[in-house]
């Protein structure tokens, strides 16, 4: 990443061979990495200016700036991504989310994800999106190179409120979600989705078998649903 830190976007430079994958052709944003003396923190900025079009004809606009403050999987480090007058289409995206490293990375791993992020819709309407978010891994820390003997668990919630209608919705992870290694879904734990004070959906993920299916309750009525993938496959995120 030092070594990068004199890259610039748009053509002839070293994302262009990959701006492809992403962005219409001779279009990629500016890249800048600036390191403290240090070391750290490192800031990278990616800067869309007044707009570059994806691909899938999206147009992204802004600035996004990631902050590094250490290691990566060294207790305490952090990574902080903020959103800076940036927007995809007519939707403008302010605000910031950080990831906290907590653990040795050799008997212990939890990584902590919080975030405060505004939508702002073309017809005026505010969605103001926080959300926490704890991945603690129960097995597999000591077996960096071993994925599928993996067990985490994922706690936390996220609410959305629509200010110009003061409507707030939030999703409540109820029992913690748990994901392996070896299993594309998740296998157990359950979560309720809520409007203002209402429950109206609880979605239980299982007993901790390996499928594609999970039970979805709505109005005192219960539902099977078939998750995205098979439900067998490599599953960690090391």
Known sequence: MRELSHVKGKKGNLLSGHGGLHYV?????????DTAAAGYPITINIAYGDGIETNHGKLISGTVII???GDKNTDGSTREITFDKCAIDTIAINGSSIEKFIGDNTTTRKITNNSDVTFTITDGATLIRKGTETSEWLAGVATPEDRDDDKIVITGSI????????????KTI??????????RNIVDGTVEYAQGAVIFATLDYGDGTCDNVATLAVGGTSTEVTLKGSGEGKGGHK
Do not use: M
Request: proline letters at 3%.
């Open 174 to 183: 109820t029992d913690g979600l748990i994901k392996l290694g070896d299993c």
């Open 25 to 33: 052709q001779g279009e990629t944003p500016v890249v800048t990495i």
């Open 159 to 170: 609410t959305v409120e629509n200010t110009t209608d003061n409507i707030t919705y939030s």
């Open 67 to 69: 902050q590094i403050n």
